[in-house]
């Protein structure tokens, strides 16, 4: 690596330009050297908005012509595919934004070609890296709560407005890979495997659109994507699980909540802020999570929004590709892989209206 830092080319101006890149900008190991649109969107724009000199509006250009050791990919799911396979070709490790591809044919793939390849590939499952859901993974290790009887993971948002009054765009079209199964449900999937240790045995979903169609400025836009899940289903040790989003409300209730049961304890998370655990017969007890890292003042509000998780994030791909060692928290294409075929389950089930079993 030159100079000692991690070279990163990212492919997406949009939360790749927004998020990725200053959050990268602002670690000492990392060096963001180009970026590249993906719908040749104004480069200068994207070059005064980042302060990134090489500005593509071409990413196999970029990679063609960047010395590069990490390539960022920050752009729709079903692009996925084609741009890391080209990046672990070209010898380089891999930060895919989640979902990891449009289906697990793809990520399975994905996985085998960077193997294959000896690479490191890496999801930005970044939420992993919170105080709070850090503390969860302490708390279930430490084996106080007993054995898991049943999660209850789900979240809403006040997005009822919003999907009423403006185009979703790709997030809103199936065959783009969009959907909020993808791209919230990734997440909460992945958290849930990573805290318990476990993989999903059987699962049966539903994946209603609550908006099927706005028309605006004269135009109609037909959504096929979901705007919100609900699952239920069992872990391979017989944990029964729900998992659901709903972001077709008017008001926020709880944006996060998760609730463990098992036969010693009880967990309740709230928003990603609060931890609280009842032993026994005790009452539920907030529990003291790590001091949050101290933010940068040149950040905008939307990269900052993101910081929290995003810098421990980078700090543990640093430490594994420097040491060539997997952190024990970091994220990867198996981690990936594994939430894909949970969601390829859900999308069958929704649509077979029957229990998948994996």
């Given amino acids: 690596m030159k100079n000692d830092k991690i070279r990163v ?10 998020v990725h890149a200053p959050i990268m900008q602002n670690h000492p190991d990392f060096e963001v050297v180009s970026i590249s649109s993906v719908h040749r969107g104004s ?3 994207v070059k005064g908005e980042t302060g990134i000199n090489a500005v593509y509006d071409d990413w196999r250009k970029m990679l063609e012509r960047e010395s590069l050791d990490l390539l960022s990919v920050a752009s729709a799911p079903y692009l996925h595919f084609d741009m ?4 672990l070709k070209r010898n380089l490790h891999i930060y895919c934004e989640k979902p990891m591809a449009f289906d697990a044919n793809q990520s399975k793939e994905m996985l085998e070609f960077k193997n294959q390849a000896g690479l490191f590939g890496f999801i930005n499952f970044e939420f992993r890296f919170l105080p709070a859901r850090q503390k969860i993974k302490e708390i279930l290790a430490s084996g106080q709560l007993g054995e898991i009887l049943h999660i209850h993971y789900k979240s809403n948002f006040n997005g009822y407005k919003r999907l009423k009054n403006n ?23 992945d958290s849930l495997l990573w805290w318990t240790g476990q993989s999903v045995k059987d699962i049966y979903g539903q994946l209603p659109i609550h908006i099927p169609s706005i028309t605006k400025d004269g135009e109609t836009e037909v959504r096929t994507a979901e705007d919100s899940f609900q699952t239920i289903g069992t872990l391979e040790t017989g ?7 709903t972001s077709a409300t008017l008001h926020r209730t709880n944006q996060w909540r998760l ?8 967990l309740v998370m709230t928003d990603d ?20 890292l101290k933010e940068p003042t040149n950040l905008s509000d939307r990269a900052l929004a993101y910081y929290q998780p995003f810098y421990p994030m980078l700090d543990a791909m640093s430490q594994t590709i420097r040491e060539n060692t997997l952190h024990p928290h970091v994220p990867t294409f198996e981690n990936g892989h594994e939430a894909q075929l949970i969601l390829d389950a859900i999308r069958v089930s929704a649509k077979e209206g029957r229990k998948i079993t994996l």
């Fill in 9 to 18: 080319g990212i492919i997406g101006t949009g939360f790749g330009a927004k």
């Fill in 43 to 45: 480069l200068n724009e």
């Fill in 84 to 87: 890391v396979m080209e990046g």
């Fill in 167 to 189: 185009k979703r765009g790709w997030l809103g079209q199936e065959q783009f890979g969009g959907g909020m199964l993808g791209a919230i449900g990734s997440h909460m999937f």
């Fill in 239 to 245: 944990t029964s699980f729900t998992v659901e989003l």
């Fill in 259 to 266: 609730e463990i049961f098992g036969t010693n304890g009880t």
């Fill in 273 to 292: 802020q609060r931890v609280e655990i009842a032993i026994e017969d005790g009452k539920l007890t907030k529990v003291k999570l790590a001091e949050k």
